[in-house]
């Protein structure tokens, strides 16, 4: 910080990028009356300096070298925007390293390497904030770490991937089949052209691992977030679960049991009362369960250029007000609870399944028996003919609390019995307690 | 602060206080590893010492005197939990004249003397916070002053009281009157023995004053919301409302256009699809639009004993964090715009209308000519013969945008006209541009 200016090195200037160079300099009366200091960008990092781009900056901003951002002594804060784990990784060990401050929107990064890079910003007396990382426009980094401090989390359930909220709600909405909204998302460029991190449920885990690390005191790996995403999704999942009152969204759940905890994507059957089954398109949302506080949510734009930008500006302001005090790197609470993960006996949900069974007497009758034998009882059961016909029936079932191991049990069992044909579905309830 | 240790000076043991006792004391480890300190409640304010209480505490930690908590040299902090303007006031302006932080959840007294204290806090370098004031367990204070510091907020809608929610919730759903619903909340407890703050829309505005000081960086005055409550609203105007996709909420608008500001609170219909309209029953949540983010929305409890207490220890663990950074009062950024208040002329906003007219030919087209003269112009229009029939029909209109001193000249006017029998209800209408 020189002459009451900070100068900030901008790493990527593609959307989001774009992004903080419109309220860098748009907002400049806003972020000195906020901070007392200038705030204005000295560099910006990209792979090509001859690409066409969105927004005009001067030439002399410009450059494809790290370390004129890295090791130029003017530059007090870098602001990665460019995404990936390398080159990005080394970038911010280095300007950690060199002790600038890092603000960054990058999940696959903080959920795969938060635990080393936040280390290494304590041990310089760096600032190291990550806000846009998860759900773009909502400020839910900070609710979890300042808004509930006095409070021990138990739940947390998000809506946190806006590609396949999209996907599912049009599906749900327009009764259109999954490839046909994928290739419109592909299009109006809310699904990129290859889908897999998102429709598979990687990114959603990424920030469920971000979230739960925060809420619930651990170090949380990304391996440790068990995966399921929605290519399998079919409209009569969608259209059954309507019929029953559930809304079938892509939800990542972290969840708190005493010590034991449980973090997992999948999506989800939720009970059109929870507040998290309206949230429709591409908004995202984090709904978020305390002892005290009980029920909260909060609701926003997950992704896009301004949206994920303000998240990177306002993480800006925050270090900048503390280069003031001169008090950075010293706010942070490193994970201080031991992580106990509940084996799959101890993670307990309901369940939805959907069945092709023989159309013929008693097949309900030993189907619940077996169910029983496993412990495993019936909230709601539904059976009618398939629409083929051919001596087949369709059962579609919502189970009581059942612990996963028993319901991976009775599917095996389920599979080797003669006149169960097929098992179409498999779907955590949610919701409905 | 002595031997890591602080203690805190509690005024107050009703609902909030009794929480804030809970969570300090059950809460203790989780305290320290984010504080690095013990946090102790010192000694307790209460008007009377022998009165039956809802926890039991060591009665040395009790008294009356306020200048034991005040005055006493170990107490660090004083939390203020009594409400009500004085003596709080003065109390809490002797804690800062002491170099005591504080913590308040008393929004009548930051709605009406906020300014005056904030400055007091200022000078003496001490924090004085107080997210429980708006909306109990959800952290939108510190969403407004930090989530969003890089962005420009035009628009902060919320359902900032739950008494009036939870009122206007059983009024839609159950089709029941306002006085039984009434009767119902003060015997469930959550309406007073005297609702008027509460059903008058005065609750609500004081915390509308509190969110658009910070939205919008402007020092608003409690007697600049203008403010109207839902003790006039009839069955008739929540079914009108419904038939024609609206719900019926008492919506505190805080908005923005370039400079010119309007903040208010009104019984509102709401369009359905905005997500405020489903917030049902005591809870609060407040939307907030800004230029860069968009819409988001919080969600939560609005008040209850741990919801509040919740907020009320989250600053504390913020003033702890700051005394051992030596920064407190240091974080606070004054109102630093020119506040512009909207004349009448200039605030928009569609409205709903329903009038009982004379049941004869031509009285429409006299009508919407009238209306038309004021530039009013409608948008929908329902007519039927009213329920006692007589020759009398009722007109329910959604106009276009129109000015909000257009509304009022149209009104006189049509109080004059012979035809018209009688002006039932006027709403304004949100959330369908």
Redesign the interface.
Known sequence: MKDHKIKLGLMGMGTVGT?VIR?VGG?QE??F??TGVEVEIGRILVQDRNKERLISVASDLITDDPYRLLHDPDIDVIVEVMGGIEPAKSYILEALEQGKHVVTANKDLMALHGAELLKKAAEKNCDLFY?ASVAG???IL??LV???????ITKIMGIVNGTTNYILTKMSQEGASYEDVLKEAQSLGYAEADPTSDVEGLDAARKMAILSTLGF?VGMNLDEVSCKGISQVTQEDILYGQRLGYTLKLIGIAKRDDDLIEVSVQPTMLKNSH?LA?VNGV?NAVYVY????????????GA?E??T??????D???VV?NMK?G?NG??M?AP?KEKKLKSDDEVWAKYFLRLIVEDKSGVLAQLTTKMAEEKVSLEQVIQHPTKDGKDKAELIMITHLSSKKSISHILNELEQLEFVSEIKSVYRVEGSE
Not at 146 to 152: A, I, K, M, P, V
């Open positions: 992004g309220l907002h806003d972020l009356k906020q806000e426009g909502i400020p900070r609710a300042e808004g509930f401090s006095s409070d021990r005191h507040p309206s908004f305390g002892e005290a506080v009980g029920e909260t949510m909060f609701y926003g734009p896009g301004l949206p930008a303000t998240a990177v500006v306002s800006l302001v925050t007000k005090l008090v010293r706010g609470v201080y």
